[in-house]
């Protein structure tokens, strides 16, 4: 018989899970999309704030 993964301990297959552990597997997900959201959104943050930043410095720019 093959030991148990660590991984399995934590994290059991859905067949395996308690309906409490189904529902904290669910709202983990909805973090999960929420944390992807932001970083994409951040990402989208940092790239306009870098064509300001290059407005601002061009020599006919908007300043």
Known sequence: MSPVSP???IWPEAAEMT????AL???RQEI???DDALLDLFQQRLALA????LAKDAPAGPH
């Open 7 to 9: 991984l399995k301990q």
């Open 19 to 22: 309906p409490e552990q189904m």
């Open 25 to 27: 597997a669910a709202l």
């Open 32 to 34: 999960d999309a929420l």
């Open 50 to 53: 870098s064509r300001v930043g």
